[in-house]
């Protein structure tokens, strides 16, 4: 066999059955063996069975494997990786049994050995920054990006842990690309103080009257956690406002509204935006999505009293926000969605500089061109999701802008997902 072996459905003793030489495409819980090619978004890696493309979890690039197909559309199919014929030097022995196929989806990782989930998190920001990006390579190269990890390792860092609740009124977590519930006894990246409540059923909890429970173990100490009926949050136990710490200030924030899930994550993102950024006194500045203020602070104690102004749509982040800035006179919350604020004048450049840190979704054009318009002297773009930063960095460029420098941090150890922070400069005058 070369790249691909028919193997047919999987047997009902789990193992694969004969081979149906008279169909052309594959069907659903087919067995295939296949040897894995380079790593795509989404925790997958790529792989062809005769000239359709076939997207494996559980995989790494090089493995020989049997996968079985879970999803089929048009044009490609998803897979898990069942059976490991020829093994990575870069797989591991995942640490928590739930991260499996078939079982807990939320972390896409655990099977790859922590150096090489930086490389493969890079590899994909690398590919998109150049197909949805408009970057050639050579700039891509240019740039000198790199995936850093932060301090603590990759178990026991995650600080906010929403739990789904099943029929049966047992907390757990989602399969992948699924609603199904699986029940756990313990989540292994759960910061230890979430891992030691009594919320999993192993311990006897039941919710039967909530649709998930949330927890929070913040970094100024609090533990709480809530339980949610038809997206209604109830108090169970801790306080409703926890306290966070960071860039050497403390912020008050709602237990169920935003904060980075790593402990070191704030500090990181921090330093980041002021290194590239390098704030002066006296230069005005817009902290865009800015949340419960932490860019704004951080940018109010280097301009030196110039105005800073903070542009959040969550009314949890507004209150949040006006209370922890509250001590800077010279920032203004300003309740609106940041492109209704730019749209309608609510904010009004000239601005010399401007942080950009959006949900997953992006800023989008809009927004970018709406920034721009401001001409800013330099643009600090803080993404969760590097296919929709990729797709504003063409819109940047588009309209004469370069990204200029570019960091990724492993917020997320264990999953596919990573932070980056890009740097985004005007044309030269």
């Not at 005769?50 to 879970?70: I, K, N, S, W």
């Not at 790199?146 to 842990?161: F, I, K, M, Q, T």
């Not at 047992?170 to 230890?192: T, W, Y």
């Not at 949900?359 to 993404?383: F, I, M, T």
């Amino acid at each position: 066999m070369s790249a691909a072996e028919r193997l047919g459905p999987a047997s009902p003793a789990g193992r694969p059955g004969p081979a149906s030489p008279e169909r052309s495409g594959l069907e659903e819980a087919e067995r295939v063996e296949l040897t894995v090619d380079a790593v795509a978004p989404g925790g997958h890696c790529v792989a062809r069975v005769g000239g359709q493309v076939v997207f494996v979890r559980h995989a790494l690039p090089g493995e020989r494997v049997v996968a079985e197909v879970t999803e089929l559309h048009r044009g490609f199919a998803r897979a898990d990786a069942v059976q490991i014929l020829d093994a990575s030097p870069d797989r591991v022995t995942a640490p928590c049994p739930y991260a499996r196929p078939g079982r807990c989806g939320g972390c896409d990782l655990q099977h790859v050995a922590p150096a090489a989930q930086l490389d493969w998190k890079l590899a994909v920001v690398r590919e998109q920054l150049t197909r949805l990006g408009g970057l050639t390579a050579e700039q891509v190269e240019a740039l000198g990006v790199r995936v850093e990890a932060l301090p603590g390792g990759p178990l026991g860092w995650r600080s906010r842990v929403r739990y789904a609740v099943d029929a049966a009124g047992r907390a757990g977590l989602l399969k992948h690309r699924s609603h199904e519930v699986v029940p756990i006894d313990r989540c292994l990246i759960a910061h230890p103080a979430i891992q030691d409540l009594p919320v999993l059923a192993p311990t006897g909890a039941r919710w039967p009257d909530a649709d998930a429970v949330e927890t929070v173990a913040s970094t100024g100490g609090d533990v709480a956690v809530a339980a949610y009926a038809h997206g209604v949050p109830a108090a169970v136990s801790g306080p409703e406002r926890v306290r966070e710490t960071a860039a050497g200030r403390s912020f008050t924030v709602p237990a169920s509204g935003f904060w980075q899930v790593h402990p070191a994550a704030a500090d990181a993102l921090t330093g980041a935006v002021l290194d590239l950024l390098d704030p002066r006194p006296g230069e005005t500045s817009w902290d865009l999505y800015g949340g419960a203020g932490l860019f704004a602070a951080a940018l109010a104690e280097r301009v030196d009293g110039a105005r800073v102004t903070l542009v959040e749509s969550a009314p949890d982040g507004v209150a949040a926000a006006r209370e922890n800035l509250s001590g800077l006179p010279a920032v203004e919350v300003v309740a609106a969605r940041v492109e209704a604020a730019l749209s309608r004048r609510r904010i009004t450049g000239p601005v010399d500089l401007v942080v950009l840190d959006p949900p997953r979704s992006g800023a989008g054009a809009p927004v970018v061109r709406g920034v721009v318009a401001a001409r800013p002297r330099a643009v600090a773009y803080v993404a969760c999701d590097s296919a929709s930063f990729a797709r504003d960095v063409r819109t940047f460029a588009e309209a004469g802008w370069r990204l200029a420098a570019l960091r990724g941090f492993d917020l997320f150890p264990m999953t596919q997902h990573v932070e980056l922070v890009g740097l985004f400069l005007p044309p030269q005058r």
